[in-house]
């Protein structure tokens, strides 16, 4: 079933538990167990029966907060489990431009260390790139093309600053028009989560929405350019993306569905307290409070599939309360503070 655009189907008021989802035969870490939850259902599934569902379709988009290690682990566990059962691939990621399609081509077929690969990207590669090792790794070791969906961090960084008009259709690859095509409850939730950005309290976020916009319709573009290509028309594709150009169906995959049609998946994993922000992305953050109703105008599941371990602490990411609860502050994970990820990308 796909969750690109909101339906009389799926009320406001209708009740969709909101736990978040991992790989059942990845460990948590301590005695937690994960669960996957299927949230039309409603109910925990086996790995087998999501992997089942997930060989029917033709994209599959894989969340995350791109600093989570066990983020990562679940999608090099995918990868793997999907090939076992000889399906093939092909992996988009958004921690690659389109323009670094030759770098990335070029390590594909090679055997260096994805430290190479960053020194061949110079300055302008993904800041923890060397994250994604077990990813890039375990891709090219399974014969799995890697393609680059991102636009250029500078040219998104522009729009954010001096707006569309400011760049021509050379430089945007023709998608002013695209970017300023966005779903309005994708807006809402954009504006209410940019809060956290210290950097934005005091001015207008037209301009930073414009800016996500762009980035997820140029990787929208991007995947449309695979399914049509000899690398991806035979096979499935899979999206890494953060959870922000994934949730509920916005951002990239709605604009995939509305090119295509094609029927996707949507897997995103639970934070559960396992983001560390440096003290740079500190600085650059401002508490934020959201709760459960604030998010209610959307009336539809945040994915199909979420991946969920225990919370670690008792604080949650977007400060959603649960009166009179005490939450264990242990949790299932390593240490780390449940607060938005600052990205100072724009």
């Not at 400011?166 to 690859?173: K, Q, T």
């Not at 966005?182 to 800016?211: C, G, M, T, W």
């Not at 951002?251 to 994993?269: A, M, N, Y």
Request: net charge negative; hydrophobic share 40%.
């Amino acid at each position: 079933m796909s969750l690109s655009l909101p339906s009389k189907k799926f009320a406001a008021k209708t009740f969709f538990p909101l736990i978040l989802l991992l790989l059942g035969d990845i460990r948590a870490m301590g005695d937690c167990q994960p669960l996957i939850i299927d949230l039309l259902f409603g109910e925990p599934i086996s790995i087998k029966t999501m992997l089942d569902d997930l060989a029917t379709v033709k994209i599959i988009y894989l969340g995350e907060i791109h600093s989570i290690p066990r983020h990562h682990e679940i999608q090099t566990q995918i990868l793997r489990q999907l090939t076992d059962r000889q399906i093939e691939l092909s992996l988009g990621m958004e921690m690659f431009s389109e323009n670094q399609q030759p770098f990335l081509e070029k390590w594909q077929h090679g055997r260096e260390d994805v430290g190479d690969l960053i020194k061949e990207l110079g300055k302008d590669h993904w800041t923890n790139l060397q994250d994604y090792k077990s990813v890039l790794l375990q891709a090219r070791d399974l014969g799995i093309p890697i393609f680059g969906l991102n636009a250029p961090d500078g040219l998104v960084r522009k729009v954010a600053q001096e707006g569309l008009d400011s760049v021509d259709n050379r430089e945007d690859y023709g998608l002013q028009e695209e970017a300023r095509n966005i779903n309005p409850l994708y807006e809402r939730l954009l504006r209410l989560r940019l809060q956290v950005h210290k950097s934005f309290k005091d001015r207008s976020l037209d301009r930073i929405v414009l800016a996500q916009s762009f980035r997820d319709a140029t990787m929208a573009r991007a995947v449309t350019r695979i399914l049509n290509s000899p690398k991806g028309e035979n096979r499935v594709v899979i999206v890494i993306a953060g959870t922000g150009h994934l949730n509920y169906g916005f951002g990239i995959p709605e604009r995939v569905h509305q090119q295509t049609g094609l029927p996707f998946r949507i897997i995103l994993p639970s934070e559960s307290g396992e983001l560390d922000l440096s003290e740079e992305e500190k600085r650059q953050s401002v508490p934020a409070r959201i709760n459960h109703q604030d998010l209610a105008f959307i009336g539809i599941p945040i994915a199909d599939y979420l991946h969920a371990v225990p919370l670690k602490e008792d604080t949650y990411r977007h400060s959603i309360d649960f009166p009179g609860e005490k939450l264990s502050p242990e949790g299932c994970s390593g240490k780390g503070v449940r607060a938005h990820e600052a990205d100072s990308r724009y």
